[in-house]
């Protein structure tokens, strides 16, 4: 975690944010290169990301190897030690949120403080050095930062952030830059540099600014190349510079995309990518017929009392859906063919019942004497919200 300093005295070195000009200026290269790779290894990237923006913000120890395992797919999140699961955890929620992002949420400060509360989940408090010595705060998670958060260098001098006082004015003003028809002209990559140079340099939040820096960068990235933004903590920063700053972008989007191209097609870890996706599809090829059964069975019951017979309910796909639309309520069945904290298997959901099934690869052929009763129960908790929806005042 980054020691910040209670002391105004940095107050008056602080460099409000600038505007667009030099990062208009800076030359593009050719992005052609990243083309997107399979989910499976999305997912490797990811995590490997959320691992090293962790250990860049000092939540978890250094370990760029632990990293670049979980990219390869040779490590698991499940068999990592637990609090360092839990920030990864929250860090990968994170940047897939980014990546998920629509072009209105990376211009909200609504949703970027939001950002902050998940990446920042597990963390409680952060190191801050007062008159007597270094003493641990709570930290807000998505609020904006009270105190001064200077950090004082090993040399004695300061890396300046904004002051408290001008908070709120140079948030507004980077916000201002982000919707702006200038910034949205520039390319991804360098959209991306800004965004990460103008939190890390604002530094609005009392500490996880680095963290929400990146999964921001992630998802100006995302709109150039399926792959996160990684900064592995064994690499050098980029220096305050906007060419300089974009080239870092792209030469870390370049060492991710030869790091997945390097895995050899038919290593292990590419086995299990291939026998979860494989599985995955097949799952969801059996689910529109088999929720069509479990309707019928339900709408065949004699006991059904005040449950609602879902007369009107119609089954949708991709992801396959229940909707009844006399009651304007829907229950979502996503097929999660990439389960973080289970590399084993994929995840048959419900989302609104939080309901959940986990099928093996290996046991796709034999899944109908699991299934039926699963949707069964799916079905049946349907019917209860249908029926208290629709019950009269």
């Known amino acids: 975690m980054t020691e910040s300093a209670l002391s105004d005295e940095a107050d008056a070195l602080y460099r409000p944010l600038g505007d667009l000009s030099a990062w208009v200026a800076v030359p593009v290269p050719a992005w052609s290169r990243f083309a997107g790779p399979g989910e499976m290894a999305v997912q490797g990237a990811l995590l490997a990301a959320a691992h090293e923006s962790a250990a860049l913000d000092g939540v978890i120890e250094p370990d760029p190897a632990r990293a ?5 797919g040779t490590l698991t999140l499940s068999s990592v030690d637990e609090e360092v699961r839990g920030h990864v955890k929250a860090n990968y929620d994170a940047l897939r949120r980014a990546q998920a992002a629509s072009d209105d949420d990376l211009r909200s400060e609504a949703w970027l403080r939001r950002l902050h509360e998940v ?5 409680l408090t952060h190191p801050v050095r007062g008159e007597t010595g270094v003493h641990d705060h709570v930290l807000a998670t998505g609020d904006y930062k009270h105190h001064p958060n200077h950090v004082l260098t090993p040399s004695g001098g300061w890396i300046a952030h904004a002051p408290v006082a001008l908070l ?6 980077l916000f201002e830059l982000l919707a702006s028809p200038t910034f949205a002209g520039l390319h991804p990559f360098v959209r991306a540099a800004f965004a990460h140079h103008a939190v890390a340099h ?3 939040f009392a500490d996880g600014n680095g963290r929400v820096a990146r999964a921001l960068a992630t998802g100006h990235v995302r709109r150039a190349t399926s792959l996160p933004f ?29 790091l997945i191209a390097a895995e050899p097609p038919g290593s292990a870890a590419v086995r299990r990518w291939d026998a979860r996706g494989e599985a995955a599809r097949a799952v969801e090829a059996l689910l529109p017929a088999a929720v069509e059964r479990a309707l019928a069975r339900h709408r065949g019951r004699r006991d059904l009392g005040w449950l609602s017979p879902l007369a009107d309910a119609v089954v949708g796909s991709s992801p396959v859906t229940i909707t009844v639309p006399s009651a304007g309520v829907a229950e979502v069945l996503p097929v999660d063919a990439q389960p973080v904290l289970d590399d084993a298997v994929v995840i048959l959901g419900a989302e609104e019942a939080q309901l959940r099934l986990d099928v093996r690869p290996d046991e796709v ?13 799916v079905v049946s908790v349907l019917a209860l919200r249908v029926a208290a929806e629709l019950e009269p005042d």
């Open 68 to 72: 670049r395992a979980l990219l390869r």
């Open 119 to 123: 990446a920042c989940r597990p963390q």
């Open 168 to 173: 709120r004015d140079e948030m507004g003003r």
């Open 202 to 204: 604002i530094a609005p």
């Open 230 to 258: 990684l900064v592995f903590t064994d690499e050098a920063a980029a220096p305050d510079d906007p060419a300089a700053q974009v080239d870092f972008v792209a030469r870390c989007v370049a060492g991710l995309a030869d």
């Open 365 to 377: 052929d034999q899944l109908a004497g699991r299934l039926d009763p699963w949707l069964d129960r």
